[in-house]
């Protein structure tokens, strides 16, 4: 079992910058994907961005491709999401989740999930 605590969120304007971090209760490990997800009111669960353990491989969205970069820090059991230009469409609630070791990063299931940390950004 994993635990994953997400931190870093908070309210911003327009074109400014968070990092959210995800701290895991122990190694992820390698071969699977560790990644962060939002979820706006009303609106369904998408991914945003993923790390392959192993290789360090990244994806993210089309959405948010050249503003958000993923990274990790295995000596710290941490995930980050450094959030560049942010957009008022940004807005949401930020998930961190790992334990999916196949098929599509941006699909569903994953089998470890945080809390959330809450991103709001205002124009």
């Known amino acids: 079992q994993v635990q994953l605590v997400e931190s870093g969120g908070g309210s911003v304007q327009a074109g400014g910058s968070l990092r959210l971090s995800c701290v895991a209760s122990r190694s992820i490990g390698s071969g699977q994907y560790w990644a962060w997800f939002r979820q706006a009111p009303g609106k369904r669960r998408e991914g945003v961005a993923a790390i392959w353990t192993g290789t360090a491989a990244t994806f993210d969205a089309a959405s948010v491709k050249g503003r958000f970069s993923i990274s990790q820090d295995k000596a710290k059991n941490t995930l980050y999401l450094q959030m560049n230009s942010l957009k008022p469409e940004d807005t949401a609630m930020y998930y961190c989740?790992?334990?999916?070791?196949?098929?599509?990063?941006?699909?569903?299931?994953?089998?470890?999930w945080g809390q959330g940390t809450q991103v709001t950004v205002s124009s």
């Open positions: 989740a790992a334990g999916r070791r196949s098929g599509s990063w941006n699909g569903e299931p994953y089998n470890y």
